[in-house]
Each structure stands twice: as C-alpha cells, then as structure tokens.
C-alpha cells in the first residue's frame, strides 16, 4: 500500500509539472513490438532472403541500432521492460507467462517470479493517458489476465486480442487449433479473437484493427499544406503475435519462398511469408499514417521481444537463438523514426536496450520524464539526431530458471562497451567476450583477460544487489544419479 501511496505522490508531482509547462510537441506514438524476430530478419538488416521492403523504408527514413537488446531472451519479462522502463530483475517479473518450475528434481531451484504485470507499475500506457492521450493495445499481451492484469487495467482504453495467451491456437480465423491443446473444449478458449471472417488471417486482422484506431482517433482538422492536427494525440502499442509459433502463413506467400533454392534461404519458407505479412502491417500503417496527415506528428518504434526462434530462421552470424543469452537470443532490430529528430539513414552502434523506450516515448510526447518509474531507462534522443552520445553504462540480464531452449542456462550476464560477461549457474562458470572482435561469441576470453572480468563481474554483483534479483539456491530433492524428468514441452515455451 506504502508502494502505492508513494507513486500516485509520484504520478501527481509529474502532472501538475506538466500542467505548468505544457509543451508544444504533442508526437503520437507507435510501437511495433514484434514476437520473435531474430536481429537478421529483414532486409535492412542485411537478410537476402526475407523481403521487408516497407520496415527497410521506416529504417531509411529513421535511425537504425545495431546493437540493440531485449531486456529478455524470452518475451514476457521483455513486454514488462517495455512498458516499465524497468529491468525484469527488479521487478521480479523473469520468465515467460505462466510457466511453472521445469525439473523439479534438478541440482538448483529456481528464483521466484510474479505471473503478471504488477498494477503498482505507471506503465507507460498510464503515463501517455494521463497526459491526454488515447491509448490501444492491439495483439498479443500475455502479461497476466484477469482480474487486473490485462490491458485494460494498465492504462490502455482499447485492448483488442490481447490476452494471458502466448500463442493463438491457428493464425487463421477461428484463430484456435490442434497443435497445442489436447481437448476440444480447452482449444475452444484458446482464442485470441471472439470473432473473424472465414479464411481470415490474424497478422491482416490486427493491423486492420490497428488502421481502424488510427482513423477513429482522428477529428476535423485544418486543410491547409503542412497543417497538424488538431486530434486527440494517440499511443498505438501493436505487439504482432508474428512471427511465434505455430509457423502458418497465407499459402500464396509461402508458395514464393517455397521457390527459393534451400541453399539460398535463411529460414523456413512459411516463416518467411509470416515475415512479410508483418511488414505488410507496417506498411499498412505508415501509408494510413501519411493518408490521415499523421506522419509527421507521429514517432514510429519498431522492435522485436527477443531473438529468433531456433526452428524457423538462422541467426548467424550471432550465436544461438531465444532463450539462450548469447546474441542470439538477446540482440534484436530497433528502427525508430522521429520526425524532426532522426537524422534519415543514420545507424548507431550505441548499446541500448528496451527499458528505454518508456523514455523516449515520453521525450517524442513532450512529456517530462518519470525517472522514478523508468529508472532502468534513457532517453535515446542524443543519440537519434546523430550529434549526441549516452551515458556510459552496462547493460544487465537475470534469468535464474531452467529452460528447454537450445543453448539456454541459468544466468546472469552484464554487457559494457564491447565487452560481454556471462555467468551461468547450472552448470557453473563464467564466459567472457570482446564483441567489437568476436561477434559470434566463440573465444571466451575468462582465462586470459582476468582484469576486465573481474571489473564487470563486480560491476554485476552490484546491480544484482540493487535490483534484488532472485538467486538460485540448492535443491534439496536433487540427486545427482538421477537425471531430472522434464516436464511435457510445450509448444508455447518461452512465450
């Protein structure tokens, strides 16, 4: 209650601070948060097999990162990140929702973690509502359900498909199937949507929702060239449940990849027609963006909750996949697009991550920042107008649970300047990575480099204590001549 009392001080400190200074930047915000779509996975990016012609269009008009990270190499504590400015370690929020413990007999026991979305949080949904904007959730959330940890109960007056769920059943309406639940009546509340058309597709249905949102928030407004508008601003948050598992595309998309020659593709053909459906519905938006004249009132982030998943695309040259903490499963894409702030084509190097999303959106609002809240964040508009740098910081990840993803292992990781240390539990040791040299992460340096290690080990036992991250303690009921029996995978895994 004491945690409660103190935000809403907090949040009613920020308002009448806004109150005072109401600024003339009044952006809306869009933000493409993208479910599993590897740091590859688009043309901009340097794919020759995916075609992405209109996210390579945002990227050529805004600012690329090239190294740019998920709070979380599985999605849920990445979603909380996003919408936190808070690492998931603080909020203890670690692991992809619901899961349970894995290998209740293995050598540790895992941390704690919470199954939603804290309501103390001032999400940033709340932030931009409290601010006057209208605020929409359209796809996948997975952050909690019912009776408050939904959409609709942190800070968004429109949820549309967003839902405890992970997964839909299909991606085609009635968007429920066989592949994951075994009885008929559990599949029929598998659903993401209540209602569709025949051979509907859910990428196409999101984003014409999406287009829908855009339009109803829209007034009368002046005619005039280079005219705002004079609309109610708006927070589009648009998590595509694509490209997750189960892999189903529209047919007449797969076909064309299916015609590329194995050798030269980069992953599955269905995965590649999910790819393009996704840039599709961007497209789709930026083009209603300039239609509605929006496009130069309206900041466009784009970005995906953690790597590629290890069965549908290659993720080289980075190592490994979701869920595991090499780059694989942590580096992602992140365009943004700001009008008057982006330098058109830029590329930054400059490590960041998804905790300072929440900052930046506040800054393309015109909004003060909330540094209580998004204390894990900053602001990265030095950085987007090219003339500017961010402090020099690490960046952190805690993952203290078991996972079945290939090359996933309990641990803790800190990546500073160029370098990367990781520090697993189970089994232990300790890894240590120059990635200005050695991006695929194959000469751990530990044994040769015992300065830097120990810097950023230290500089990681800090932020552990700070954050108060969940340990691994020992499993009493382990016994190492039995080999731990996993729980049913399930197709879901790792959100």
Same mark, same amino acid.
């Given at each position: 209650?004491?945690?409660?009392?103190?935000?809403?001080?907090t949040?009613?400190?920020?308002?009448?601070?806004?109150?005072?200074?109401?600024?003339?930047?009044?952006?809306?915000?869009?933000?493409?948060l993208?479910?599993?779509?590897?740091?590859?996975?688009?043309?901009?990016?340097?794919?020759?097999?995916?075609?992405?012609? $209109?996210?390579?269009?945002?990227?050529? #008009? =805004?600012?690329?990162? %090239? &190294?740019?990270?998920?709070?979380? !190499? /599985?999605?849920?504590?990445?979603?909380?990140?996003?919408?936190?400015?808070?690492?998931?370690?603080?909020?203890?929020?670690?692991?992809?929702?619901?899961?349970?413990r894995?290998?209740p007999?293995?050598?540790?026991?895992?941390?704690?973690?919470?199954?939603?979305?804290?309501?103390?949080?001032?999400?940033?949904?709340?932030?931009?509502?409290?601010?006057?904007?209208?605020?929409?959730?359209?796809?996948?959330?997975?952050?909690?359900?019912?009776?408050?940890?939904?959409?609709?109960?942190?800070?968004?007056?429109?949820?549309?498909?967003?839902?405890?769920?992970g997964?839909?059943?299909?991606?085609?309406?009635?968007?429920?199937?066989?592949?994951?639940?075994?009885?008929?009546?559990?599949?029929?509340?598998? $659903?993401?949507?209540?209602?569709?058309? #025949? =051979?509907?597709?859910? %990428? &196409?249905?999101?984003?014409?929702? !999406? /287009?829908?949102?855009?339009?109803?928030?829209?007034?009368?407004?002046?005619?005039?060239?280079?005219?705002?508008?004079?609309?109610?601003?708006?927070?589009?948050?648009?998590?595509?449940?694509?490209?997750?598992?189960?892999?189903?595309?529209?047919?007449?998309?797969?076909?064309?990849?299916?015609?590329?020659?194995?050798?030269?593709?980069?992953?599955?053909?269905?995965?590649?027609?999910m790819?393009?459906?996704?840039?599709?519905?961007?497209?789709?938006?930026?083009?209603?963006?300039?239609?509605?004249?929006?496009?130069?009132?309206?900041?466009?982030i784009?970005?995906?909750?953690?790597?590629?998943?290890?069965?549908?695309?290659?993720?080289?040259?980075?190592?490994?996949?979701?869920?595991?903490?090499?780059?694989?499963?942590?580096?992602?894409?992140?365009?943004?697009?700001?009008?008057?702030?982006?330098?058109?084509?830029?590329? /930054?190097?400059?490590?960041?991550?998804?905790?300072?999303?929440?900052?930046?959106?506040?800054?393309?609002?015109?909004?003060?920042?909330?540094?209580?809240?998004h204390?894990?964040?900053?602001?990265?508009?030095?950085?987007?107008?090219?003339?500017?740098?961010?402090?020099?910081?690490?960046?952190?990840?805690?993952?203290?649970?078991?996972?079945?993803?290939?090359?996933?292992?309990?641990?803790?990781?800190?990546?500073?300047?160029?370098?990367?240390?990781?520090?697993?539990?189970?089994?232990?040791?300790?890894?240590?990575?120059?990635?200005?040299?050695?991006?695929?992460?194959?000469?751990?340096?530990?044994?040769?480099?015992?300065?830097?290690?120990?810097?950023?080990?230290?500089?990681?036992?800090?932020?552990?204590?700070?954050?108060?991250?969940?340990?691994?303690?020992?499993?009493?009921?382990?016994d190492?001549l039995v080999?731990?029996?996993?729980?049913?995978?399930?197709?879901?895994?790792?959100?």
């Amino acid at each position: 209650m004491t945690r409660r009392i103190c935000g809403l001080i907090t949040v009613v400190c920020w308002l009448v601070t806004l109150t005072l200074n109401a600024a003339e930047t009044r952006n809306n915000v869009v933000l493409f948060l993208i479910d599993d779509l590897g740091w590859r996975d688009l043309g901009c990016q340097g794919s020759t097999f995916y075609q992405t012609p $209109n996210i390579d269009r945002l990227a050529s #008009e =805004g600012v690329r990162f %090239t &190294d740019a990270y998920a709070a979380c !190499a /599985v999605c849920s504590p990445t979603r909380a990140a996003v919408l936190t400015g808070k690492y998931p370690a603080r909020l203890m929020l670690t692991n992809w929702l619901p899961d349970g413990r894995w290998n209740p007999k293995a050598k540790l026991r895992e941390g704690r973690f919470l199954r939603g979305l804290p309501v103390e949080e001032f999400t940033l949904a709340e932030a931009l509502r409290a601010a006057g904007y209208r605020t929409a959730s359209i796809g996948k959330w997975h952050l909690g359900s019912e009776p408050f940890s939904l959409p609709e109960h942190h800070g968004f007056d429109v949820n549309i498909a967003g839902n405890a769920h992970g997964a839909p059943g299909s991606y085609f309406f009635p968007y429920r199937g066989n592949w994951l639940i075994p009885t008929t009546e559990l599949r029929a509340q598998w $659903n993401v949507l209540p209602d569709g058309q #025949e =051979g509907e597709y859910l %990428t &196409d249905r999101l984003t014409d929702e !999406a /287009v829908k949102f855009l339009r109803d928030t829209q007034t009368a407004k002046s005619q005039e060239p280079g005219a705002k508008s004079t609309a109610q601003p708006f927070f589009l948050y648009f998590p595509h449940y694509g490209v997750h598992t189960p892999l189903q595309a529209k047919p007449e998309v797969t076909a064309k990849y299916e015609s590329v020659p194995e050798a030269e593709r980069q992953g599955k053909p269905e995965y590649a027609a999910m790819v393009e459906s996704i840039d599709d519905s961007v497209g789709r938006v930026m083009d209603t963006l300039q239609e509605l004249k929006l496009d130069q009132d309206t900041i466009i982030i784009f970005t995906s909750d953690n790597g590629g998943f290890y069965n549908a695309t290659s993720n080289a040259p980075l190592r490994a996949n979701k869920g595991a903490y090499y780059e694989g499963g942590i580096r992602v894409p992140l365009i943004v697009k700001w009008p008057g702030v982006t330098k058109p084509g830029l590329v /930054v190097s400059e490590p960041v991550t998804s905790t300072d999303l929440y900052p930046t959106c506040l800054a393309a609002a015109g909004l003060p920042g909330l540094p209580n809240q998004h204390v894990d964040g900053l602001n990265l508009r030095p950085v987007l107008t090219g003339a500017g740098a961010l402090p020099e910081r690490g960046l952190f990840w805690h993952f203290p649970h078991y996972n079945d993803h290939p090359s996933s292992l309990p641990s803790s990781v800190i990546r500073k300047g160029s370098w990367k240390l990781i520090e697993t539990f189970d089994p232990e040791g300790i890894e240590l990575y120059n990635l200005a040299n050695d991006l695929s992460e194959t000469k751990n340096l530990a044994s040769t480099e015992a300065a830097k290690l120990n810097e950023l080990q230290r500089e990681l036992d800090a932020w552990r204590k700070d954050v108060d991250a969940e340990v691994m303690r020992p499993n009493p009921d382990y016994d190492p001549l039995v080999k731990p029996a996993k729980k049913k995978k399930k197709k879901e895994a790792g959100g």
